[in-house]
T-cell receptor
Framework: QKEVEQNSGPLSVPEGAIASLNCTYSDRGSQSFFWYRQYSGKSPELIMFIYSNGDKEDGRFTAQLNKASQYVSLLIRDSQPSDSATYLC??????????FGAGTRLFVKA | NAGVTQTPKFQVLKTGQSMTLQCAQDMNHNSMYWYRQDPGMGLRLIYY???????DKGEVPNGYNVSRLNKREFSLRLESAAPSQTSVYFCASNDRGSTNEKLFFGSGTQLSVL
């Protein structure tokens, strides 16, 4: 079992809709949770991080964390074609290594 | 502001050849990482260095060695390259213990082993 699991997609949503991306992790000692966006041929870039249970909002992005269920999600409101990318969930366990999921490809149709 | 610099950007090797991927960061970060990315596999951690003078294995360390030369530099060596090591390699760094543990990535090295 991979430490961080994501649905590889692709997830296709129409422009203006809400895109919902999900991630589960296996290590209950995990402390920090991240969402990175990666455009084709580019390096990953951080879009959200969350440490505590609940929701964290930043503009059109909302990260949700449920440690009891070992579940992290990312909601993208008012999706735009420029949001089309691969979204990588990452988890930092005890220690300092950060483990990534396989990524979910998102397509936003104009 | 250079950030994380990786060299080379592209490399083609023959099976059995050796090479070293270089990585340097100018942000005074404590921790540095090497990841590989294969289609559909996300980023997989090869080795990491939590601080200068320490290195630890990640998820897929076999066939690789690393050296944390100083606080700025973290190199990845392939002693005898194999076709299974064809991948895109990313170096990253972050500030261990900061409130935002954002990883800063280099631009990647596309490696092909024939």
């Amino acid at each position: 079992q991979k430490e961080v699991e994501q649905n590889s997609g692709p997830l296709s949503v129409p422009e203006g809709a809400i895109a919902s991306l999900n991630c589960t992790y296996s290590d209950r000692g995990s402390q920090s949770f991240f969402w990175y966006r990666q455009y084709s041929g580019k390096s990953p870039e951080l879009i959200m991080f969350i440490y505590s249970n609940g929701d964290k909002e930043d503009g059109r992005f909302t990260a949700q964390l449920n440690k009891a269920s070992q579940y992290v999600s990312l909601l993208i409101r008012d999706s735009q074609p420029s949001d089309s990318a691969t979204y990588l969930c990452a988890v930092r366990s005890e220690g300092f290594k950060t483990i990534f999921g396989a990524g979910t490809r998102l397509f936003v149709k104009a | 502001n250079a950030g994380v610099t990786q060299t080379p950007k592209f490399q083609v090797l023959k099976t059995g050849q050796s090479m070293t991927l270089q990585c340097a960061q100018d942000m005074n970060h404590n921790s540095m990482y090497w990841y590989r990315q294969d289609p559909g596999m996300g980023l997989r951690l090869i080795y990491y260095s939590a601080s200068e003078g320490t290195t630890d294995k990640g998820e897929v360390p076999n066939g690789y060695n690393v050296s944390r030369l100083n606080k700025r530099e973290f190199s990845l060596r392939l002693e005898s390259a194999a076709p299974s090591q064809t991948s895109v390699y990313f170096c990253a760094s972050n500030d261990r213990g900061s409130t935002n543990e954002k990883l800063f990535f280099g631009s990647g090295t596309q490696l092909s082993v024939l």
